[in-house]
C-alpha cells in the first residue's frame, strides 16, 4: 500500500492531538483529584456516585434533626428539672408547716405567699420556649399553654421529626400531661366533660351515641346521670396523675386558712406530682440516648459513605503523576519522529 504525504500528516496530527488530549486529562485529574469529572469518563461510576451522594445528603439532613431533637429535648428536660425542684420547695413547706410544733397561722400566711409565687413560677415554666415556639403547647406552638390561673390552652399533639429513613422521634411532651396529669387515652373525652371550654381533644363519635336513648324513669334516669357527672368530677376518675396547678392552689389555700388538715392532705399529692414529672423526664432521657444511638449510627454511615464515594470518584495520585511522567515521554517521542517524518520536503527529492 502507498503511504502519501498527506497520510503521514494526518496520522502525526492523530498522534500529536490523543497524546495531548491524554495529557489534559491526567493534568485535570492532578488538578482535581477527581478521576470523575463528568459523566462521560465514567457512566457506571457516575451513576453510582450520583445514588451514593443523595444517601450521603440524606444522612446529614437526619444528622441535623438528630440535633434538634436532641436540642429540644434537652431543654424540655431542664425546664423539668427546675418543676420538679419546685415541687420539692412545695413539699418541704407542707411538712414544716403540716403540725403545730413551731409553727402558727403567721408563719403559715407567710409561707403561702411563698406557694403563690411556686405556683407562678410552675405557669412560667409551663409557658417555657424554645425558640419561638412553646415547647409544652402541643401542636400550638405559637401562644402561651397556659393562662395566669393554669387552665390549660394547648392540645396533645405529639411532634414528631423523621431522625432515620421510616423512623420519627418524639420530640416533646404535651402540658397537659406534665401539669395536668393526663394520660392519652383520656384525650378522647371531649372538653366539655371535662369542665374545661377550650376544645383542644378530637373526638369520635361512638357506636353508642348514634343509637336512639330510650329513657327510662325519671328517678333512674337522674339517678345515673348524677352518677356520670361525679365520675366526671372525680380526678382520680380522669387523671392518672395529679394536677400540678391545683395541688398548689389546694396548699396555699390550706395555708391561708391555717388548716393542718388540709396541708397534710396535699402532701400525697405533691408525692405523685413528683413522681409524674420524674416519669416523663425519664421517657425524656430515653429519647435523648436512642438519639445519641442514631447520631452515631448516621455518623458511621456518613464515613462509610464518603469512602466509597472516595473510591469511585477520587483519583489516585501516584497513578496520576505516573501516567503523567509516561505521557510527557510518549508525547515527547511522538514530536522527535514526528518530526523526522514530516521533515523531507519536495527539495530534499531533488537533489
Known amino acids: 500500500m502507498r503511504v502519501s504525504n498527506s497520510m503521514n500528516y494526518e496520522q502525526v496530527k492523530t498522534n500529536i492531538s490523543k497524546n495531548r488530549s491524554e495529557m489534559n486529562d491526567l493534568q485535570n485529574q492532578a488538578a482535581s483529584m477527581k478521576r470523575i469529572t463528568k459523566p462521560s469518563d465514567d457512566p457506571v461510576g457516575t451513576a453510582r456516585m450520583l445514588g451514593i451522594r443523595t444517601d450521603k445528603a440524606g444522612t446529614e439532613q437526619y444528622m441535623k434533626n438528630v440535633e434538634i431533637s436532641k436540642t429540644f429535648l434537652s431543654f424540655t428536660d431542664s425546664a423539668l428539672g427546675e418543676l420538679t425542684e419546685l415541687l420539692s420547695k412545695a413539699k418541704e413547706q407542707a411538712v414544716a408547716q403540716a403540725t ?73 411532651i404535651s402540658g397537659d400531661k406534665v401539669f395536668l396529669g393526663r394520660n392519652d387515652p383520656l384525650s378522647t373525652i371531649p372538653d366539655n366533660r371535662r369542665g374545661s371550654s377550650t376544645p383542644n381533644y378530637p373526638v369520635q363519635p361512638s357506636k353508642d351515641d348514634e343509637e336512639i336513648q330510650v329513657r327510662g324513669p325519671a328517678s333512674i334516669h337522674d339517678r345515673r346521670k348524677i352518677e356520670e357527672d361525679e365520675k366526671i368530677k372525680d380526678p382520680k376518675e380522669n387523671e392518672q396523675g395529679e394536677n400540678i396547678f391545683r395541688v398548689m392552689k389546694a396548699l396555699s389555700n390550706g395555708l391561708k386558712a391555717n388548716d393542718t388538715v388540709a396541708i397534710q392532705e396535699t402532701l400525697e399529692r405533691l408525692d405523685t406530682a413528683f413522681e409524674q414529672v420524674n416519669l416523663l423526664r425519664a421517657q425524656v432521657g430515653s429519647r435523648v440516648a436512642s438519639l445519641e444511638n442514631t447520631s ?32 510527557e515521554n510518549a508525547l515527547k517521542a511522538t514530536l522527535q519522529t514526528s518530526g523526522k517524518i514530516i521533515q523531507p520536503g519536495l527539495l530534499d527529492f531533488l537533489r
Not at 402541643?138 to 390552652?153: C, N
Open 296 to 327: 452515631e449510627s448516621h455518623s458511621k454511615n456518613k464515613i462509610d459513605e464518603s469512602a466509597l464515594l472516595s473510591s469511585i470518584e477520587d483519583a489516585d495520585a501516584f497513578e496520576v503523576f505516573t501516567d503523567i511522567t509516561k505521557n
Open 100 to 172: 403545730d410544733a413551731g409553727t402558727n397561722a403567721q408563719t403559715r400566711m407567710a409561707v403561702a405567699t411563698e406557694v403563690d409565687q411556686m405556683f407562678k413560677d410552675a405557669i412560667n415554666v409551663g409557658n417555657r420556649k424554645f425558640g419561638e415556639r412553646f415547647i409544652f403547647g402541643g401542636y400550638k406552638t405559637t401562644h402561651s399553654p397556659f393562662d395566669h390561673e393554669g387552665k390549660y390552652l394547648g392540645d396533645d399533639g405529639s411532634i414528631q421529626i423523621e431522625t432515620n429513613n421510616g423512623v420519627y422521634t418524639s420530640i416533646n
